[in-house]
């Protein structure tokens, strides 16, 4: 008799091994791998050989380049993310906390989409008809095009979408929906891998555009295994507190355009509708205090005006507090440590604080100098004037370096009426502004 074959397999990143172990080598995680049975061993083992078919290899110069076509989903924002508009045949994945708005947005979208005259199917697995039906009354978004099916079933969608010809699917959310041909769990690694390479075959064979609901972790992450989000085209994730009005799509993979792009909604009675005119919606400029400090940043193509906060207070405690929201951690230490070796200010016992207003997180380092600015503000209680930004980056020796795209930037700042600007180097374009050259760190005492 032969001897049974035993696979294991993780349950995060879907590695296989043939011996449990403690460890995934692959993701690091802990006591995540399980034991499978003869059928979803069968099941891995069909998805592996029908990724891997053989085709024949030919010259890059000998591909014919084929053209992406769009259509625009009616919200100027989604579009923006997306790279112009929802490609036919694309699976995306959107992921975001519990509230901030998923459904809410694929639900407005579906109802767009179906005022073109194309046929959407929203599937829910979470929810009944019924519920689905009161949202849409909220948002405005019944339409004889769009579809609901409250199924967790994956045969049963298959079948509804062999009896009728849809351009549009939204599934949510991709953790409940099971295969009865798999003997595990929903949200498992085997049930997420076989549910996802159906509906990316389908998909691609029958040109429909799919959108996939994902939740995430309490990490930020989303839930189940890694393989999904290589599985899919694009991935997009929702940032923003539910108690807050505005929301921020940023789009993490998209193989069919930049990820450097973000959308910013805004949460009304009507649902999340694309926000107008954010330029003025991340800083207020109504009065003018101690530890506040306006910047620019480019969040793809899009300069934003920020306002980075400041508290400084003396620490009543043997090791000083250094916390930021929105801002790296670690380059908050950096900066800290520079201001006291470069100009001497004991803040060893005092506890700094920072955020950044509007919920957005700064990842390029042109708000060094703004967050030097507010840390000074705060420490010396002088407030600065809201009609200058500060737009720069800090090297650990002190110098000031300049940015890429500060024409844009500046141009943005003139926008919002903001009179003066603190750099490292004059723009190469003429500005109304006045500028102030900070090449040093140690210029920012001569400045203030």
Excluded at 55 to 84: P, Q, W, Y
Excluded at 393 to 398: I, P, T
Aim: glycine share 6%; hydrophobic share 40%; with cysteine.
């Amino acid at each position: 008799m032969a001897k049974k074959k035993i696979l294991f397999e993780c349950q995060h990143c879907g590695l296989t091994t043939p011996k449990w172990m403690g460890k995934c080598t692959n993701c690091g995680a802990w006591d995540s791998f399980v034991e499978l049975n003869e059928q979803q061993q069968e099941v891995v083992k069909q998805t592996k050989s029908t990724a891997a078919t053989a085709v024949k290899a030919m010259s890059i110069n000998d591909v014919i380049e084929e053209e992406i076509f769009r259509f625009s989903s009616l919200d100027s924002e989604l579009d923006t993310v997306l790279g112009g508009g929802i490609v036919p045949g694309s699976l995306t994945l959107i992921g975001g906390s519990p509230g901030v708005g998923k459904s809410t947005l694929l639900l407005k979208v579906g109802a767009n989409i179906a005022s073109l005259n194309k046929d959407v199917l929203y599937v829910t697995g979470e929810e009944s008809t019924s519920q689905i039906k009161l949202r849409a009354n909220r948002l405005r978004a019944n339409h004889d095009a769009l579809y609901l099916l409250s199924e967790i079933r994956l045969e049963q969608i298959l079948v509804e979408l062999e009896h009728h010809k849809y351009d549009f699917l939204i599934i949510d959310s991709i953790q409940t929906i099971y295969s009865e041909n798999i003997s595990s769990a929903p949200g498992s690694v085997t049930q997420v891998r076989q549910i996802t390479f159906e509906l990316m075959r389908i998909a691609k064979e029958r040109d429909i555009a799919i959108f996939i609901i994902g939740h995430i972790t309490k990490e930020g992450s989303i839930a189940g295994p890694r393989v999904l989000e290589h599985m899919v085209d694009t991935v997009l994730y929702f940032e923003g507190d539910s108690s807050q009005e505005l929301r921020i799509l940023r789009g993490f993979k998209n193989r069919f355009g930049p990820t450097s792009e973000i959308g910013v909604f805004e949460m009304r009675g009507e649902g999340l509708v694309s926000a107008t005119d954010i330029s003025s919606r991340f800083f207020n400029r109504d009065s003018e205090q101690a530890g506040s400090a306006l910047t620019v940043v480019m969040e793809g193509s899009r300069p934003i005006i920020l306002e980075v906060q400041a508290l400084v207070s003396e620490s009543h405690t043997p090791n000083s507090k250094r916390q930021a929201t929105g801002f790296d951690n670690n380059r908050l230490n950096m900066l800290l440590a520079l201001l006291e070796r470069k100009l001497e200010i004991p803040l060893s016992g005092y506890d700094v604080f920072i955020n950044i207003t509007g919920g957005i997180k700064i990842t390029e380092t042109a708000a060094d100098l703004a967050v030097l600015a507010a840390i000074l503000s705060s420490f010396r209680d002088r407030a600065i004037s809201k009609e200058t930004v500060f737009i720069g980056e800090v090297s650990l020796v002190g110098d000031v370096r300049e940015v890429y795209a500060l024409d844009s930037r500046l141009k943005e700042a003139k926008l919002q009426n903001i009179s003066k600007v603190l750099l490292a180097k004059k723009p190469l374009e003429k500005t109304a502004m006045k500028t102030f050259i900070v090449d040093e760190v140690t210029k920012l005492l001569e400045w203030y």
